[in-house]
């Protein structure tokens, strides 16, 4: 059924296949939470147990988070416009935010419904048809878990990851519904339950915390992968003209929209348009090969001048030999008004940069002592990747 549903998206959404997939979600959850909620309130009715009944509402709840799915993964796929140059592909993430907080309302509602369960315990009438039912609707949960876990892998949409999730947490609900009803009748203990909602409340929570906090780490702007930019780094540094690279910054604005920029060191004596070539090959690679518009700056290095070359050798050593987690680049010689001049860009870790008074001081300090007649200009700043 899966492999069907998968391949049906793909032939019906041609190019934009990752939008069918993810509407393929919201279609197959709404079709089972309409039929999973029709039988687990007539189960809990019949039983006279909340907890069953509040599995059947979180069901019917969850119609309108695969509505919300549907929605997203049609938003998203819409083309730039004059309003939204960089797409649309960040509305994802905000139906992805409806999904975890949808999941927070789930889990309040249960807790509420079990401490009344608490305080006003009922008899639950207990029957071993009703136990099979709800067993019988854990598999469609676990189906559905499935088929989200392999659409979240196809597509990286956080939406269908909160979905999958949230299945899961179905799965567990009902299963800790059919230990209560279980429990209740063979120790003749009502109230407990309202306790095992509460546990299972508690859970929901918990992972409905974890889905918010993968929400909002994109929408804040998080680092890329280390492969990503390790690859930058080698196709911008293939050619034998670019010395190196600095200043990497890559912002996301969703599926199939990202946009980055870079320094590439180069050697200043070299032709401007090999350079420019070598450049905008480097461009188009990144391009075609991973999908991101990147912009790289040409920065020239002047690997003629001796005295430079001094300087930027004892200035990297200076600086390895203060801190091996420093580095620094864009090291210049200038002579102004009499004046000898050395300046250069040193990138810490984020742990050091409180620290930016001491750390400039304690460097000049070690570089005056090799070059007292200079004058030594440090901006200190932090990597973004």
């Known amino acids: 059924m899966t492999k069907l ?106 807790a509420k419904s079990s401490v009344e369960k608490i305080i006003h315990p009922q008899q639950i009438r207990f029957s071993i048809w009703y136990v099979a039912v709800l067993a019988a609707t854990v598999l469609v949960k676990l189906w559905m878990a499935y088929l989200n876990a392999k659409l979240y892998r196809l597509t990286d949409n956080l939406s269908l990851k909160g979905v999958m999730q949230d299945s899961l947490n179905d799965c567990i609900a009902t299963v800790a519904t059919i230990a209560s009803v279980t429990l209740a009748h063979a120790l003749d203990i009502p109230w407990i339950d309202g306790a095992i909602g509460i546990a299972v409340s508690i859970f929901i929570f918990w992972s409905g915390a974890g889905i918010l906090k993968a929400v909002v780490s994109p929408l804040l702007g998080e680092p890329p992968s280390k492969e990503i930019t390790d690859r930058i ?69 002047d690997t003629a001048d001796t005295d430079t070359k001094k300087l930027k050798k004892f200035a990297a050593k200076t600086v390895r030999g203060y801190n091996p987690s420093f580095s620094l680049h864009d090291c210049r010689f200038a002579e102004k008004d009499g004046e000898k001049q050395i300046s250069f860009d040193l990138t810490v870790p984020f742990s050091d940069e409180e620290n930016k008074a001491q750390i400039e001081r304690e460097i000049k300090d070690l570089f005056s002592k090799r070059y007292p007649d200079y004058a030594l200009d440090i901006n200190i700043e932090h990597s973004y990747v």
Not at 71 to 83: M, N, V
Not at 235 to 250: A, F, K, N, Q, R
Not at 266 to 292: M, N, Y
Request: proline letters at 2%.
């Open 233 to 301: 780094e080698q196709i911008i540094t293939e050619s034998d003209i670019v010395l190196g690279m600095h200043d990497l910054i890559i912002h996301n604005y969703g599926a199939n929209k990202v946009i980055a920029s870079a320094d590439a060191e180069v050697d200043a004596g070299e032709d401007v348009f090999t350079i420019h070539e070598v450049i905008d090959s480097a461009e188009r690679k990144i391009l075609d090969e991973l999908g991101i518009i990147i912009c790289i700056h040409m920065d020239p290095v």
């Open 5 to 110: 549903l998968i391949n049906l998206a793909r032939r019906r959404g041609g190019e934009d296949s990752r939008s069918a997939l993810c509407s393929i979600s919201g279609w197959a959850g709404i079709i089972c939470n309409l039929l999973l909620f029709a039988v687990k309130f007539t189960v809990g009715t019949l039983a006279g147990s909340v907890s069953v009944t509040a599995d059947a509402i979180n069901n019917l709840s969850d119609c309108a988070t695969n509505v919300v799915t549907i929605t997203g993964a049609r938003l998203s796929s819409k083309p730039d416009d004059k309003e939204h140059p960089f797409g649309h592909g960040r509305v994802e993430y905000v139906t992805a935010l409806i999904v975890a907080v949808s999941i927070f309302v789930v889990g309040f509602e249960l």
